[in-house]
């Protein structure tokens, strides 16, 4: 199989794996809160079943990055933590308690940490001027899963019989339908994945033959200038004898018969291959091994898109546990224009990534950051002043909660891609995997607190995502201006 072939087979690989998590995340949200009712559960056991998932991810990430930093084995891997997958959904399916719904969800949320061994891989099979584009085709991946995820509820609510021991109803079903669902992708990886090789490493063995042939014909050159043996060569051997090897000095009344024996002590020295591939090969076999946490992360550049990745993943948390009981209550929407509301959220998003995955290869990454960072300071300043204190009859707030909400979702696209790509950049490339488990678990961080401020549709709430967004808009300005080099 060709090297083409392979990079499209494990890019599609990749994308399905993003959009089967996506898939997930849509097909399980909606029921779980009444399925741990069924099980009598308290009402915050669904807080502590999405944190659970959230958390444990947090805590892989950055150890399944580190593995493939040092074994370079993404496909093991992703294979291992596909397992937990198809564990955490079968329990999911069993669901004889609440506990084990809860530890079903803490053992799923282990296998998203391969995200960060294949952001990893990512970064380090593709040129940093393509790097943006790849990155939102596979953020586009799992938003797609997201839209298209409820669909497989309309046959899911319709399941009612038995399998055995088990019951499999509208509540279980998502459980089932998701473990053959990863048990597939096993396959998938298994004959589609390869491990790239890193881009890097192909320049240097393109190097270090080039060297070689080089050292070859200097040495064919000696070997034809040695067997000349007129007086214009008596100066040039002169000099190499004075030298000699290794800085040695020979007397200069060495005979001439010992001439051949100087050349050669000089081509012994000359005809090793040289010692810098082997070095590289070296750091390449072991890339944590100057690594420092503190001079890699704590760095201005790296400290701002941590923080604006966080902030905006926590206002986007925030406007999703907001949004429904704020419709509820002063639009009086139910589930179907909720549903509707989502799906048309989804699209614009899917938009927007495909568009900046366009912009992105006419105009660099600090461009699409600040035409991101800008929507989302509009975004903050609407939301401040049209949505806390809605003005106008009927039809005008719910124009302005449109208006509101579209802003919201437009800036996430640019934020997004900008801001991974350009941490990709900022960061050591040996160790990707483990620096991006590291970005990955700094949004994930941001999925506990958002829904705490967004949880009721009061006005203060209002108030806190609102303000944040201009919190955002700041630091990510910042942001621009740190990464003035990198765009």
């Not at 190499?240 to 007397?251: I, R």
């Not at 550049?301 to 923080?307: H, I, Q, R, S, T």
């Given at each position: 199989m060709d090297e083409r072939r392979k990079r499209r087979l494990t890019f599609c690989s990749i994308g399905l794996i993003f959009l089967l998590s996506g898939v997930e995340y849509a097909v399980i949200l909606p029921t779980i809160w009444r399925y741990l009712q069924t099980l009598d559960a308290a009402p915050y056991f669904l807080g502590l079943a999405l944190s659970a998932f959230s958390l444990s991810g947090l805590l892989t990430g950055p150890l399944f990055g580190h593995l493939s930093d040092r074994t370079q084995a993404t496909k093991k891997i992703i294979l291992f933590a596909n397992l937990f997958e198809i564990i955490g959904n079968f329990m999911y399916f069993m669901g004889y308690s609440k506990w084990l719904l809860l530890a079903s969800r803490l053992v799923a949320g282990i296998g998203t940490g391969a995200g960060s061994s294949i952001f990893g891989v990512l970064t380090r099979s593709t040129a940093p001027d393509d790097r943006a584009t790849v990155f939102a085709a596979v953020m586009a991946c799992r938003?797609?899963?997201?839209?298209?995820?409820?669909?497989?509820?309309?046959?899911?609510?319709?399941?009612?019989?038995?399998?055995?021991?088990?019951?499999?109803?509208?509540?279980?079903?998502?459980?089932?339908?998701?473990?053959?669902?990863?048990?597939?992708?096993?396959?998938?990886?298994?004959?589609m994945y390869s491990d790239l090789p890193p881009l890097e490493r192909k320049k240097v063995q393109e190097a270090s033959t080039a060297i070689k042939s080089g050292d070859q014909e200097s040495e064919s050159g000696l070997l034809e200038d040695e067997e000349e043996e007129n007086d214009e060569v008596k100066p040039l051997?002169?000099?190499?004898?004075?030298?000699?090897?290794?800085?040695?000095?020979?007397?200069?009344?060495?005979?001439?018969?010992?001439?051949?024996?100087?050349?050669?002590?000089?081509?012994?020295?000359?005809?090793?291959?040289?010692?810098?591939?082997?070095?590289?090969?070296?750091?390449?076999?072991?890339?944590?091994?100057?690594?420092?946490?503190?001079?890699?992360?704590?760095?201005?550049?790296?400290?701002?898109?941590?923080?604006?990745?966080?902030?905006?993943?926590?206002?986007?948390?925030?406007?999703?546990?907001?949004?429904?009981?704020?419709?509820?209550k002063y639009f009086g929407y139910g589930e179907l224009e909720n549903s509707v509301m989502y799906c048309l959220c989804g699209v614009e998003v899917i938009a927007g990534f495909f568009f900046v995955r366009w912009l992105s290869r006419r105009v660099g990454e600090r461009v699409v950051l600040a035409v991101g960072l800008a929507i989302c300071n509009i975004s903050g300043v609407w939301c401040l002043i049209f949505l806390a204190t809605p003005l106008g009859g009927y039809p005008w707030p719910l124009t302005e909660f449109i208006i509101g909400v579209f802003l919201q979702v437009l800036g996430l696209p640019f934020v997004a891609v900008a801001q991974v790509s350009l941490f990709s950049k900022i960061t050591c490339e040996k160790t990707q995997g483990f620096c991006q488990g590291v970005r990955r678990s700094v949004g994930r961080s941001s999925h506990h607190p958002g829904p705490s401020v967004g949880r009721g549709p009061h006005r203060e709430h209002l108030y806190h995502v609102g303000g944040d967004d201009g919190t955002a808009g700041a630091a990510d300005d910042y942001a621009g201006v740190l990464l003035r080099p990198y765009g």
């Open positions: 938003q797609a899963g997201l839209l298209i995820g409820p669909a497989f509820n309309i046959f899911l609510r319709l399941c009612n019989f038995q399998l055995g021991p088990f019951v499999v109803n509208k509540y279980t079903a998502p459980g089932l339908f998701m473990c053959l669902m990863w048990i597939l992708l096993q396959l998938v990886v298994v004959f051997m002169t000099s190499q004898e004075l030298v000699g090897s290794y800085g040695s000095v020979v007397p200069p009344n060495h005979s001439r018969n010992n001439i051949p024996a100087a050349s050669n002590s000089t081509l012994s020295h000359v005809s090793p291959p040289p010692s810098p591939p082997p070095s590289e090969t070296r750091e390449s076999s072991s890339p944590i091994k100057e690594f420092s946490i503190s001079r890699e992360f704590l760095r201005e550049e790296v400290v701002v898109l941590l923080a604006a990745q966080f902030i905006t993943l926590f206002n986007q948390t925030a406007l999703e546990t907001m949004v429904t009981p704020l419709t509820q």
